[in-house]
């Protein structure tokens, strides 16, 4: 396939403006910090240097349609798009996302996500009975003991978001034993339009594990008294004693709220797994005091 | 082809890419559509997973053109050992020293079989690349901290898929269904004669093979995110209620949802409770294989016929894996 000059070179002008706006794009994020709308910490400092191979790309492509010597440009092997129509459509695509990002503003994911991908509220339906408290034989499920035991010492039970995952996990795991004890926690509300809940509704984060595909809505159950009519999305923390209760058809964990107060959204929405929990509350209760 | 000037074509461009949201935001006609939080979810979704996959894709295409560019064509045919089974081994193996996920493993393929890495080979290197390496085996232990098993089954039926197609393919497939632009022949990168040397080749090809790639890259993440945005998942679960029907559920669902595959062990695990272990192995083994995402990005590589062959072997191979492991697990 032969291409005309003047057209590969055209089309490689074109193609460097591309590259260079998804790096300003990328750097335009990082900038404003909002690149944890939708990768994790870990995978943004990778996204963070796409500018610079980007750049090279768009600056070696401009240099090639501008000073290229027509004898060394050709569509080799590679291919371009053969008509107008068939460059408008494949460039679009490009700018698609382009388009999106700038005119858009950045929100985090909310209910309306939740709500189809699925809340989830119990953690693990197979615990085996453990006849003294926060012991179990199970060895993957010592770091939830070891927790367990660091949470109950405390008179209202903090849930960090930076271990949101595995607080809640090890208050769903030893329920029993967490019951009557106090907790308080924030997120964003939720709840579900079928009206199965009832009068309550639930706090809940997402927990990201690499990008937002993957987001997985966690959260738990809130019996208010008060503030009941607060819409969905509203950011709010909750105090109150942990209670078990038969939701729909599972032992499930919830707040018996004392106090529904509602915050401004954190500056980081989503929540990601920690290496270590135990060390990671360690360090968290240090800093607090 | 006519000749047109740049400023004839920017008229074109601006309507059809404004025309897209539109289109994108009309395709079901539900009326909660314009309601921004829809709208919303599916910005944060499509940009997240292209966020995401970025890195690896310019990683690859970056690769890809090194090798193109500094590695002449008989280095790999030296390297790649003449008998089929231990060369196919060698590409089974090949992930662990190019830990890459699948989203730059497809650019990197593309400019291997174009310097004369036998097909099975390639195919084989496609298919375990992603999942056969620490980085993949270390997140999946982690998502199974109760369940180690999963985590080597996983392996090994990856291991075992890839070289059983890595076989078909060798025995089966004598033509190359390449795509004609693909073939070798066409390629030759003149680097010498372009501006500023070796360097400046590297990025031109690399920005090339971004190009080719992308456009198939953004087509599936937008696909995927629409789904994750409109599909209620719980209500596709019901319909895996059924034994055989689990394993079905759980492909489809890695087939659409097209994560990485460091993640999608996590996404796995979630659904411990409500799915048997073995469906749970077809999803992790699948979806880095083969997903919307890298679909698209198959077909860019090679004829539709080929392509359509691939991935019914890929999806008949994993069913029959999945299942007589699941007696195991």
């Known amino acids: 396939m032969m291409y005309s000059t003047v057209s590969v070179k055209r089309h490689y002008l074109f193609r460097a403006a591309v590259l260079l706006a998804f790096a300003v794009y990328i750097e335009h994020l990082a900038q404003y910090d909002a690149l944890h709308y939708y990768v994790t910490p870990k995978l943004a400092v990778w996204v963070r240097l796409c500018p610079v191979p980007l750049s090279f790309m768009a600056l070696s492509l401009a240099v090639q349609a501008l000073f290229g010597r027509s004898s060394a440009i050709c569509g080799c092997g590679h291919q371009l798009p053969r008509s107008r129509s068939g460059s408008a459509a494949m460039y679009s695509v490009f700018l698609l996302p382009l388009l999106l990002g700038f005119a858009l503003p950045d929100r985090a994911l909310g209910s309306a996500a939740a709500a189809h991908k699925g809340m989830s509220l119990n953690y693990s339906s197979l615990v085996p009975k453990e006849s003294a408290r926060f012991q179990t ?57 079928t009206g199965s809940m009832g009068g309550r509704f639930a706090v809940s984060r997402f927990l990201v594990q690499c990008c937002t595909a993957d987001a997985t809505p966690i959260g738990i159950l809130v019996n208010a008294k008060q503030q009941k009519s607060l819409p969905a999305d509203t950011w709010i923390k909750v105090r109150g004693k942990l209670q078990v209760i038969v939701y729909k058809g599972k032992e499930t964990l919830q707040i018996d709220a004392e106090s529904v107060t509602p915050i401004e959204e954190s500056s980081t929405p989503y929540v990601y797994t920690s290496p270590d929990a135990v060390e990671e509350w360690d360090q968290l209760l240090r800093s607090v005091k | 082809m006519t000749s047109f000037s740049p400023l004839k074509m920017l008229p074109l461009l601006l309507p059809a890419a404004f025309l897209i949201i539109p289109i994108v935001l009309l395709i079901p006609k539900h009326r909660e559509l314009m309601d921004s939080p829809y709208l919303y979810t599916f910005k944060t979704g499509f940009i997240g997973i292209l966020l995401e996959a970025l890195p ?84 999946t232990l982690t998502a199974f901290r109760s369940h180690p098993s999963l985590a080597y089954a996983r392996m090994g039926l990856a291991f075992a898929v890839s070289l059983i197609i890595g076989l078909i393919v060798y025995a089966t497939v004598k033509r190359s269904p390449l795509r004609l632009s693909m073939q070798r022949g066409d390629e030759e990168l003149h680097h010498e004669a372009l501006n500023g040397g070796k360097l400046a080749a590297v990025f ?126």
């Open chain 1, 137 to 193: 034989s199970d060895p993957f499920a010592a770091e939830f003991a070891a927790l367990a035991k660091k949470l109950y010492s405390q008179p209202v039970i903090p849930v960090f978001p930076q271990i949101f995952s595995e607080t809640l996990g090890t208050l769903d795991r030893f329920k029993h034993d967490f019951e009557g004890k106090e907790a308080s926690v924030s997120g964003f509300l939720y709840r579900e339009n």
């Open chain 2, 56 to 139: 690896f894709v310019l990683a690859g295409a970056l690769l890809s053109s090194v090798i193109g560019v500094f590695v002449a064509d008989e280095t790999i045919t030296r390297w790649v050992p003449r008998q089929a089974l231990p060369a196919l081994l060698f590409a089974c193996l090949l992930g662990v020293i190019f830990p890459i996920c699948e989203c730059g493993m497809i650019p990197l393929v593309r400019r291997l079989l174009r310097k004369g890495m036998p097909l099975h080979v390639g195919i084989a290197f496609i298919l375990a690349g992603p999942i056969l390496n620490p980085i993949v085996f270390s997140a």
């Open chain 2, 204 to 329: 031109t090809h690399a920005a090339d093979d971004f190009f080719e790639m992308g456009k198939y890259l953004i087509l599936g993440c937008l696909l995927t995110s629409l789904i994750q945005t409109f599909v209620v998942q719980s209500s596709l679960a019901s319909i895996g209620g059924r034994p055989l029907g689990s394993y079905l559920f759980m492909m489809g669902f890695a087939f659409i949802l097209s994560l990485c595959s460091t993640s999608d062990a996590f996404v796995a695990s979630s659904f411990a409770h409500s799915f048997p272990s073995g469906s749970l192995l077809a999803f992790m083994v699948l979806g880095p294989m083969l997903d919307f995402k890298n679909a698209m990005m198959l077909m860019s590589l090679f004829k539709t016929r080929f392509a359509l062959y691939l991935f019914f072997l890929i999806a008949s191979t994993v069913f029959t894996g999945a299942i007589l492991l699941s007696g195991w697990l």
